[in-house]
Nanobody, 119 residues
Framework: QVKLQESGPGLVKPSQALSLTCTVS??????????WSWIRQSPGKGLEWIGY???????HYSLSLRSRALISRDTSGNHFSLQLSSMTPEDTAVYFC???????????WGQGTVVTVSS
């Protein structure tokens, strides 16, 4: 049974970069043909997809965040990460990592981690 767990700082100052890690257990991030995504939900808003890294290491990002987002992976550690630069209070959200056989159908989710951007 695959499990995902997000980790990272709960508080980030404006203009700083956010770095989050999603640790995967019970399955490999290189297994065909899974997509490993980052999603967020800001207070009072719906889910916003940030991007994914797939089983082969290819990445794809949302148009709105592609200039600030970077998703990478560590196959030996079986985890993947999100870096989001130039954080603003509008980036305050619960950040989730998730897995799916398609980028738009994610069937396994982490519990989410709260990130607050504040000075």
């Amino acid at each position: 049974q695959v499990k995902l767990q997000e980790s990272g700082p709960g508080l980030v100052k404006p203009s700083q970069a956010l770095s989050l890690t999603c640790t995967v257990s019970g399955g490999s991030i290189t297994t065909n043909y899974y997509y490993w995504s980052w999603i967020r939900q800001s207070p009072g808003k719906g889910l916003e997809w940030i991007g994914y890294i797939d089983y082969g290491g290819s990445t794809h990002y949302s148009l709105s965040l592609r200039s600030r987002a970077l998703i990478s992976r560590d196959t030996s550690g079986n985890h993947f990460s999100l870096q989001l630069s130039s954080m603003t209070p509008e980036d305050t959200a619960v950040y989730f990592c998730a897995r799916g056989l398609r980028p738009d159908i994610l069937e396994v989710w982490g519990q989410g981690t709260v990130v607050t951007v504040s000075s």
